[in-house]
């Protein structure tokens, strides 16, 4: 085991052309019968840079490993001494598969969509599941990830809190079913009253693991419930990952342009189309007065910044309390026929119809179709 201490030792620093031995980046090489470990810290490493090394460090442990059995995972310093405990307590592998060591499909799943925001609390997740339900609405087979790790609410939106994930045969991670959305969330791996102990360097990983040790099946479509945000964890989550598109959703009030920006910045990095822009909480429109608009949080401003942008406003999705009050009790929005022709299921419906559009599942539905006409 030494020697490969010392082989990744040697690995360069393509930035600094000096070796990680010598800069002090390794922390430890760890070896359980058949798999491996690295640790190291990559403070001040551009991304560019760190793909390289582990790259390398790939490249090299795969002479005595196979892929599926080592494991990199970087650090900085002001994390690397909390992290090592979330590793040991969670149930999930942390860190587990290539991070940055090129992209992977997630098998039999035909398109991976994520769902981003720049701020919090701007209904992400609401808008994500409701996304789900009218895919399945339009006839499409929907998978769901929540990897919001601050905020696992995916189960509390699906009333399945306390639903447990089994393992199948193949050790894989059964998803739990609800309302005919197959999903998974972080949630359903840690206990309400826990502290969120992870940390960003190992998120990419578990993300990894929803992504590719989940019996996903066949899926037409996986939405990803990203934590919101749009920086380096973020990022780490979905280098690693095929994805084919993204949306970003902000409220009128949420939106700056600058951190639209830095969101469309971070897709671009990792070669991730941005679909466009969705606006939430838009407005209200009183059940008594229905010709009445109230733009509680403002008005145009997301309008504005897709443009500046020169991405589309796919969707504005007003606000109404049973949207709110579906979420609260586990029975979300878009499950429930008796909204069909109200304002927010017409929102969501038409948001459904631009991305089976945009992430070209139309054509394939209408090939399948084709088959048997
Ligand atoms: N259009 C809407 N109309 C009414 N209530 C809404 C609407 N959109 C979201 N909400 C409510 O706003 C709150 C925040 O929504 P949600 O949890 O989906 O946001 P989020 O962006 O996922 O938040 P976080 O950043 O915490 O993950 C929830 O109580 C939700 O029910
Ligand atoms: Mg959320």
Not at 62 to 88: M, Y
Not at 95 to 105: F, L, Q
Request: net charge negative; with cysteine; charged share 25%.
């Amino acid at each position: 085991m030494p020697e490969w201490k010392n082989m990744v030792g040697q690995v360069k620093n393509p930035q600094t052309g000096k070796t990680l031995d010598e800069e002090g980046r390794l922390i430890k090489v760890e070896q359980i019968d058949a798999s491996i470990a690295v640790h190291y810290k990559r403070d001040g490493l551009a991304l560019e840079h760190k793909k390289l090394i582990e790259q390398s460090i790939y490249e090299l442990l795969e002479k005595g490993f196979s892929e599926d059995d080592i494991t990199v995972l970087s650090f900085t310093s002001e994390t690397t001494e909390q992290a090592r405990p979330a590793a040991a307590q969670a149930q999930l592998k942390a860190g587990h598969g290539p991070i940055g060591a090129g992209k992977k499909r997630v098998p039999g799943v035909r398109k991976v969509l994520a769902v981003s925001s720049c701020k919090g609390g701007v209904g992400k997740s609401t808008v994500a599941v409701n996304l789900c339900l009218a895919f399945k609405n339009q006839g499409l087979k929907v998978g769901l990830i929540d990897a919001d790790i601050y905020g696992p609410s995916i189960p509390m939106l699906l009333g399945k809190r306390d639903a447990q994930p089994a393992a199948n045969d193949q050790k894989k991670i059964v998803p739990i079913e609800a309302y005919g959305i197959h999903f998974i969330s972080f949630g359903l791996f840690i206990k309400e009253s826990d502290p969120v102990i992870w940390r960003g360097p190992m998120l990419g990983g578990v993300l990894n693991q929803f992504l590719f040790d989940v019996d996903w099946g066949e899926l037409d479509v996986l939405v990803i419930d990203l934590p919101p945000g749009t920086g380096d964890m973020q990022l780490s989550m979905i280098q690693s990952t095929e994805v084919d598109g993204a949306l970003t959703i902000s409220t009128p009030q949420s939106v700056a342009l600058l951190d639209s920006k830095k969101g469309v910045a971070m897709f671009n990095q990792v070669k991730i189309p941005v679909l466009g822009l969705v606006e939430n909480m838009s407005y209200f429109i009183p059940d008594d007065q229905p010709d009445k608009r109230y733009h509680i949080f403002g008005e145009g401003g997301v309008e504005q910044a897709a443009k500046e942008l020169a991405l589309p406003l796919l969707a504005q999705i007003p606000l109404e309390i049973p949207l709110r009050e579906g979420s609260d009790n586990g029975v979300p929005y878009m499950s429930n026929n008796s909204f069909e022709g109200r304002p927010v299921w017409n929102a969501f419906s038409q948001l459904s119809l631009a991305m089976i559009e945009a992430l070209g599942l139309k054509e394939q539905k209408k090939g399948f179709l084709s088959r048997f006409f």
